[in-house]
T-cell receptor, first 114, second 116 residues
Framework: AQKVTQAQTEISVVEKEDVTLDCVYETRDTTYYLFWYKQPPSGELVFLIRRNSFDEQNEISGRYSWNFQKSTSSFNFTITASQVVDSAVYFCALKGGTASKLTFGTGTRLQVTL | EAEVAQSPRYKITEKSQAVAFWCDPISGHATLYWYRQILGQGPELLVQFQDESVVDDSQLPKDRFSAERLKGVDSTLKIQPAELGDSAMYLC??????????????FGQGTRLTVV
């Protein structure tokens, strides 16, 4: 069975602070894919990044960076110099190599204030 | 920019009534998903189509829910009769075929259902 755990229910930061959202996953598949999605108040899930299980290189995209560590089954997401527009619920998701459906975590609500 | 279209955005219905949601995926996307998201939780898959065929409906409450994708393009999800516990956001997503499941799903804005 696949499982994604996002232990942080809600995080509040002041604008310009850095913030890290944690994601821990469980799967028996040797090939799998990890995703992060952002859900603003409008409700749409916005795709942010995909990583496959064979690529442990960290990735940076502007103020966003992702740290994938297979040894600890974690795929953490860091926002540098947070902005009010980053306020949203962020979901980590897992897709096993033998299954096509996405298994989502429960999400982390990020609140960025001035 | 191509997007997944869903309608209606909001729906209020009385318990025991029938309700239907519509989804038009991104053009050319062979895979279509319906997810349900209860407030405060992550989305959970209800049904997945590959073209017009159902490939996973293991979590679909088949006594009251039905889904179809007759021509392998747009899709309809129906609930009859609706129950109070069906109040949730219903999200449609699509992804291109291929690459063994590696490809990300693109989501629509969802239909927020309230059953009263």
């Amino acid at each position: 069975a696949q499982k994604v755990t996002q232990a942080q229910t809600e995080i509040s930061v002041v604008e310009k602070e850095d913030v890290t959202l944690d994601c821990v996953y469980e799967t028996r598949d040797t090939t799998y894919y990890l995703f992060w999605y952002k859900q603003p108040p409008s409700g749409e899930l916005v795709f942010l990044i995909r990583r496959n299980s064979f690529d442990e290189q960290n990735e940076i995209s502007g103020r966003y960076s992702w740290n994938f560590q297979k040894s600890t089954s974690s795929f953490n997401f860091t926002i540098t110099a947070s902005q009010v527009v980053d306020s949203a619920v962020y979901f980590c998701a897992l897709k096993g190599g033998t299954a096509s459906k996405l298994t989502f975590g429960t999400g982390t609500r990020l609140q960025v204030t001035l | 920019e191509a997007e997944v279209a869903q309608s209606p955005r909001y729906k209020i219905t009385e318990k025991s009534q029938a309700v239907a949601f519509w989804c038009d995926p991104i053009s050319g996307h062979a895979t279509l998903y319906w997810y349900r998201q209860i407030l405060g939780q992550g989305p959970e898959l209800l049904v997945q189509f590959q073209d017009e065929s159902v490939v996973d409906d293991s979590q679909l409450p088949k006594d009251r829910f039905s889904a179809e994708r007759l021509k392998g393009v747009d899709s309809t999800l129906k609930i009859q009769p609706a129950e109070l516990g069906d109040s949730a956001m219903y999200l449609c997503a699509s992804s291109p075929k291929g690459q063994g499941g590696a490809l990300e799903a693109f989501f629509g804005q969802g239909t927020r259902l309230t059953v009263v």
